[in-house]
């Protein structure tokens, strides 16, 4: 069987996607025996000849609509559903991740459940609760289980099929609305903590902001402070004023960390973390 990796992206990041997020997994991954699925929320027709053009990538035309990443989730399930013929699968964002080591190891190992990164420092994620995008029930549920756990980052997920399909079939039976944002990664660090998963070192979902290990930059490559390299750098933020790296990219040597931002971010997701006693 072979293994999938699959992430989603609309016309805003594409340009990332093709140069940065795919270039980077095609130089420095093994990608034998994994194809790509890139859920297509409205690429350009260039960017997408493009990608035609390279191996083992399969395009699928998104029709959910709503916010890519809750819609995301409902297409990759109706993908896998359709194509049985997949082991493992690695969901990862595209807008804000790149790759520097191989991780195919990861990919083609027996995974039990899901294998995830824990970020250091909890944002204060747990707000997005305070509406009606959920049940009551399930609302109590979560933060229950999740008080005083730390959060597992959605960005990069690896997973065997089976739990897979069971998490998305989770996800689109408790989303009430597809535009809001934030919900995914409060349901997936739900059924990941309810159901199993293996933590894994942040070198494969490594994120300036929230993580405290030490790391330099050096000729536009992101290293732990032991020398390593690290496998996927997430500049994740959100919005790009909230992005750690700046002139982040594949093969830039321009980038480098906006420590105020940094010092900034942290200093507030602990206040609200020591005001919510966790």
Not at 39 to 55: A, C, M, R, V
Not at 101 to 126: G, Q, R, T, W, Y
Not at 262 to 274: A, I, P, T
């Amino acid at each position: 069987m072979r293994n999938l990796i699959v992430t989603a992206c609309n016309e805003k990041y594409e340009k990332f996607l093709y140069n940065d997020w795919y270039m980077s997994l095609k130089n420095n991954v093994n990608l034998y025996n994994i194809d790509i699925l890139i859920i297509d929320f409205g690429l350009s027709e260039n960017i997408i000849n493009k990608l035609k053009k390279e191996k083992n990538i399969i395009i699928k035309k998104a029709n959910t609509k709503g916010n890519i990443v809750n819609a995301r989730f409902f297409e990759l399930y109706k993908f896998l559903t359709e194509n049985v013929n997949y082991k493992n699968i690695l969901s990862c964002d595209s807008g804000d991740i790149i790759f520097q080591n191989d991780i195919s190891k990861i990919l083609n190992s027996e995974i039990i459940n899901f294998m995830a990164v824990c970020e250091d420092i909890k944002p204060p994620m747990d707000i997005i609760l305070n509406n009606d995008n959920i049940s009551n029930d399930l609302k109590k549920d979560i933060k229950d289980l999740l008080e005083n756990k730390k959060m597992i980052n959605a960005g990069v997920i690896f997973g065997n099929r089976e739990s897979f399909i069971s998490l998305l079939e989770f996800i689109i039976n408790n989303i009430r609305d597809l535009n809001v944002w934030g919900l995914d990664q409060l349901l997936i660090n739900y059924y990941l903590y309810k159901y199993g998963f293996k933590e894994l070192d942040d070198e494969y979902n490594f994120i300036p902001t929230t993580h405290i290990s030490s790391f330099d930059i050096k000729d536009g490559k992101i290293y732990k402070s032991n020398g390593e390299l690290v496998s996927i750098v997430h500049n994740a933020g959100g919005k790009s004023f909230f992005r750690p790296l700046k002139n982040f990219g594949y093969k830039n040597n321009k980038i480098r960390l906006n420590k105020t931002l940094v010092k900034s971010l942290r200093f507030v997701y602990k206040v609200f973390n020591r005001n919510k006693g966790v």
